[in-house]
């Protein structure tokens, strides 16, 4: 579509398959009061703090990640610190997951101010944003070979990271610590949760107080996610009986390999060609309900400052472009710490020098994550239904698989949750620790799509409370 789309995620698998003002320095409540944002353009007035600013991870190398940091709405000092990661890999949390999705604000429509979000994940919890890995975003390296990565890497800086970012905020090293993220942090943050078992195993001083894992749409197991592209296409509506058949007959995904699927058959390949070409461009994969942003009209229109929202069901389908302006303001830059380097290149949402080993997306999580769960670890899996990339219909095996390898029982029957009574998705748990579940109306970006129902799953799930099955209105007589 000649854009990465709105997410940041899978972009690289969707190719396959188609505040308060304080003057000075210093510290206060523990905090560093040199990386506060006293004021972002445009912003509205708010009661919680932002810091925001740069963590080295090597420092020889001149290699450091850039954060965002929000404070809980209420009483931040009593609530749980929750990471989040977009993925690609290589794609913007700050561009994705604070700006798009579940953090405090939202750009407007002409590109120079902000609207609160008002279903802000950090009504539940303290709010931490990374630009992982390097030279994704504002963080960056002197050594350009460092730009040359691969999930082992991300997963150690991002473990150098957290250790060096509680040295700046002390005061959560005993907070309960949650890690969240949507796609290729299906990769993302399982590694990083065993590098941090390893790191508690090894450390006396330090230990990360991890409790619980919830991923959205994630990139699991390829060989069982890719597939599952296909069959959403056609109980959807969106390639014919004759091609979803084809590609089921035809088409041998058992070890999945990216970029180069092994000995695919002409006849598969071909039947893959005809399905993307039926859904064709004018489909956010993403979100196969949401209608699409022209780039060439909004672009126009933000240059000449005019108001470029464009709404579908009632989400702002040109958001990405609206934030690509706002991120590149300098005044914008300046107030958020970023950019220290004068990076030789624009904020965009998706890397354009990274280079990510790509066969990486082939390697399986589902062994990583037994391992959490054995460490008495919660794992959530949630799905927003609307998502082609990385459907439900394969993270909810993978689920059902992985409890069965651990021997798990279901202690929640597969049924539908409600929220604001009506049904917000469906629901199943095993064993006590592992929850899949959907969310109704969501797509890849789930908290975008359904923000107040994403909201509800968020706080159920760093509360330790299950979804609801009932609920309280009735449909009378």
């Not at 407007?108 to 609160?116: E, I, N, Q, S, V």
């Not at 009986?241 to 390949?269: Q, R, W």
């Not at 949401?290 to 009632?314: F, H, N, W």
């Amino acid at each position: 579509m000649g854009t990465r789309p709105l997410s940041g995620g899978l972009w690289w698998l969707l190719a396959v398959v188609s505040v308060v003002f304080v003057v000075g320095g210093g510290r206060a409540n523990g905090y560093p009061m040199e990386d506060l944002v006293v004021d972002l353009p445009g912003q509205p007035k708010v009661g919680f703090r932002q810091f925001a600013g740069y963590v080295d991870v090597d420092v020889n190398a001149g290699r450091s990640l850039f954060y965002y940091f929000v404070e809980a709405e209420n009483n931040p000092d009593k609530k749980p610190l929750s990471l989040w990661l977009n993925g690609g890999p290589g794609c913007s949390s700050m561009g994705g997951g604070a700006f798009t999705e579940l953090g405090p604000f939202f750009p407007k429509g002409d590109g120079r101010g902000l609207r609160r979000n008002l279903m802000s994940w950090n009504k539940a919890s303290n709010l931490l944003f990374v630009e992982s890995p390097a030279g994704v975003g504002w963080s960056y390296s002197n050594t350009s070979s460092d730009y040359i990565t691969g999930d082992a890497t991300s997963a150690k800086d991002m473990l150098t990271f957290l250790v060096n970012w509680l040295v700046k905020f002390p005061e959560f090293k005993s907070r309960d610590l949650f890690l969240t993220g949507e796609s290729y942090a299906g990769h993302y943050i399982p590694q990083l949760a065993v590098a941090m078992l390893d790191h508690n195993a090894h450390s006396n001083n330090s230990k990360l107080n991890l409790k619980g894992l919830a991923i959205g749409n994630p990139l699991l197991k390829l060989d069982r996610d890719v597939p599952s592209t296909y069959e959403f296409f056609w109980s959807h509506g969106m390639i014919s009986d004759e091609v979803g058949l084809a590609i089921m007959n035809k088409c041998d995904f058992e070890d999945y390999t990216f970029p180069s699927p092994h000995n695919e058959s002409d006849s598969c390949n071909n039947a893959i060609s005809q399905a993307n070409t039926i859904v064709g461009d004018y489909i956010n994969n993403y979100d196969v309900i949401l209608d699409i942003c022209y780039p060439s009209i909004v672009e126009q229109e933000l240059r000449l400052k005019k108001m470029a929202t464009k709404m579908s069901v009632g989400v702002d389908v040109c958001m990405t472009y609206e934030r690509r302006f706002y991120f590149n303001l300098p005044q914008v830059q300046k107030a958020l710490h970023a950019n220290r380097t004068n990076l030789p290149y624009e904020w965009s949402m998706c890397s354009g020098i990274l280079n990510y080993n790509d066969s990486d997306g082939s390697l399986d999580m589902l062994p990583l994550l037994k391992r959490i769960l054995s460490n008495g670890i919660r794992v959530w899996i949630f799905s927003g239904d609307q998502d082609s990339v990385v459907p439900l219909i394969g993270s909810r095996t993978l689920v059902r698989e992985l409890a069965h390898d651990l021997k798990y029982k279901a202690t929640v029957p597969y049924a539908a949750w409600f929220h604001k009574g009506q049904v917000g998705g469906w629901a199943t748990e095993y064993g006590n620790l592992l929850t899949f579940a959907t969310v109704r109306g969501a797509a890849h970006m789930v908290p975008y799509a359904q923000p107040s129902r994403a909201l509800h799953l968020f706080s159920s799930f760093i509360r330790g409370r299950r979804l609801p099955t009932t609920t309280k209105l009735s449909m009378g007589g």
